[in-house]
Nanobody
Framework: QVQLVESGGGSVQSGGSLRLSCAAS?????MGWFRQAPGKEREGVAA???????IYADSVKGRFTISRANAENTLYLQMNDLKPEDTAMYYC???????????????????WGQGTQVTVSS
């Protein structure tokens, strides 16, 4: 069982930056950040494999950077040039299986954090 604890959310103005962190209690395979805005479905934002390979949603490419510090079991999401449409609850997820990009699979049995709120005002 892996526990995930997110931090770093907050309120910023459009064009601002935030850095989210996710501390894992143990080793993880692929990890990712997801977000869910009120009235919308949860969507994948970015994911990263243990070797550093990363993938992004089109809506955040060029603005967000996902990274991980394997020695510290920590996942990060650097968010720059934030827009009001980035407002959502952001969740960290970690795959239970070592299948490439498992964390992004629909209905994947991931570990989940409790979420951290990001609010961007115009």
């Amino acid at each position: 069982q892996v526990q995930l604890v997110e931090s770093g959310g907050g309120s910023v103005q459009s064009g601002g930056s935030l850095r989210l962190s996710c501390a894992a209690s143990g080793y993880t395979y692929s990890m990712g950040w997801f977000r869910q805005a009120p009235g919308k479905e949860r969507e994948g934002v970015a994911a990263i494999e243990s070797n550093g390979d990363s993938i992004y949603a089109d809506s955040v490419k060029g603005r967000f950077t996902i990274s991980r510090a394997n020695a510290e079991n920590t996942l990060y999401l650097q968010m720059n040039d934030l827009k009001p449409e980035d407002t959502a609850m952001y969740y960290c997820a970690a795959a239970r299986l070592g299948i490439r990009w498992y964390v992004l699979l629909p209905n994947a049995n991931n570990y989940w954090g409790q979420g951290t709120q990001v609010t961007v005002s115009s």
